[in-house]
């Protein structure tokens, strides 16, 4: 039904897979949050960008997701919601502020960048061409 829930759903039954330490609970329930910005900014803006713009994309893209893992995965390794939240603490909870940041970019871009013309047919770039020498007559 409703994509966000589903993922949260998945995430909270993976972290009960993995046991009962609340690392886990911390780490993969943060996730889906992950996934919402991800999710802008490969629908609205990767498609609107050029081959060389997407590869660059990709390889941004790649290097910010592995530091997403990087920082819930030390929940992790962790385990304890006090031990956790000191790391979480002492990088200023990064991982989880540039979520709102990179979200309102991407929100800014959306609206900034022009959706990709729809290419035209032959049929209608005669129409077109032929609208246009009428109002030249």
Do not use: N
Request: proline share 4%; aromatic share 14%; glycine share 6%.
């Amino acid at each position: 039904p409703v994509k966000s829930l589903r993922t949260a759903v998945v995430m909270l039954m993976s972290s009960v897979w993995h046991g009962v330490y609340s690392g886990y609970y911390l780490s993969l329930g943060s996730v889906p949050l992950c996934l919402i910005v991800e999710d802008l900014w490969v629908r609205k803006i990767r498609a609107r960008l050029s081959d060389a713009g997407k590869q660059r994309f990709d390889w941004v893209s790649w290097f910010v997701r592995m530091r997403w893992f990087d920082y819930l995965g030390m929940a992790f390794l962790l385990l304890r919601v006090d031990s956790t939240m000191k790391y979480w603490w002492d990088v200023c909870f990064i991982g989880h502020l540039s979520l709102p940041i990179l979200y309102a970019i991407g929100y800014v871009l959306v609206m900034a960048i022009k959706k990709p013309e729809k290419p035209t047919t032959a049929s209608e770039q005669q129409e077109d061409s032929g609208k246009s020498t009428k109002k030249s007559d």
